[in-house]
T-cell receptor, first 112, second 109 residues
Framework: NAGVTQTPKFQVLKTGQSMTLQCAQD?????MSWYRQDPGMGLRLIHY???????DQGEVPNGYNVSRSTTEDFPLRLLSAAPSQTSVYFC???????????FGSGTQLSVL | GQQVMQIPQYQHVQEGEDFTTYCNSS?????IQWYKQRPGGHPVFLIQ?????EVKKQKRLTFQFGEAKKNSSLHITATQTTDVGTYFC?????????FGTGTLLAVQP
């Protein structure tokens, strides 16, 4: 099984550019989420979704948009990249009861 | 908002020594989860604790949930080089899992 797949693995952007980080899971999980990880900051929740058509904000949602048109996919959009968004981004999915999260391998994003 | 603090932030041990990391929440928790992240890798689920005072073991790892359900600990007996990584606890509402700051474990052979 593929589990949670994130693309791309690495990305370099210039300030002001936009891009979409892709996340797909093949476990039929209703719950999906995006985290960012910065040195010394642990993982911080950006946005999450409890099912197709339903999204909500996490701890640090500013500068990011999400949508959930299918159960499988949960893309994260950066509308106008800023250097403060340089980070490693992880997508995760899990069963509705949130008893366990499965993480993708991450996307390392640098904004110059 | 909910805060989850972990101590220590970093620990360096000799292989064979024991290791403990502690997780403290500002509020009472319904459950707590522990994850391990190897250097350069992604977090991997280890265990979930639900009951007050619960203790669970996975080989050399012992997980404990406090009686008041506001703290937890992870103890590793006789560390090995394969234990290297960052250990995170998580807490929060069902859909908003908040990760602790993590404890980075380094093991010297």
């Amino acid at each position: 099984n593929a589990g949670v797949t994130q693309t791309p693995k690495f990305q370099v952007l210039k300030t002001g550019q936009s891009m979409t980080l892709q996340c797909a899971q093949d476990m039929n999980h209703e719950y999906m989420s995006w985290y960012r990880q910065d040195p010394g900051m642990g993982l911080r929740l950006i946005h999450y979704s409890v099912g197709a058509g339903i999204t909500d904000q996490g701890e640090v949602p500013n500068g990011y948009n999400v949508s959930r048109s299918t159960t499988e996919d949960f893309p994260l959009r950066l509308l106008s990249a800023a250097p403060s968004q340089t980070s490693v981004y992880f997508c995760a999915s899990g069963p509705p009861t949130n008893e366990k999260l499965f993480f993708g391998s991450g996307t390392q994003l640098s904004v110059l | 908002g909910q805060q989850v603090m972990q101590i220590p932030q970093y620990q360096h041990v000799q292989e064979g020594e024991d290791f403990t990391t502690y997780c403290n929440s500002s509020t009472t928790l319904s459950n707590i989860q522990w994850y391990k992240q190897r250097p350069g890798g992604h977090p991997v689920f280890l265990i979930q604790l639900v009951k007050s005072g619960e203790v669970k073991k996975q080989k050399r790892l012992t997980f404990q949930f406090g009686e008041a359900k506001k703290n937890s600990s992870l103890h590793i007996t006789a560390t090995q080089t394969t234990d290297v990584g960052t250990y995170f606890c998580t807490a929060g509402a069902t859909n908003k899992l908040i990760f602790g700051t993590g404890t980075l474990l380094a093991v010297q052979p």
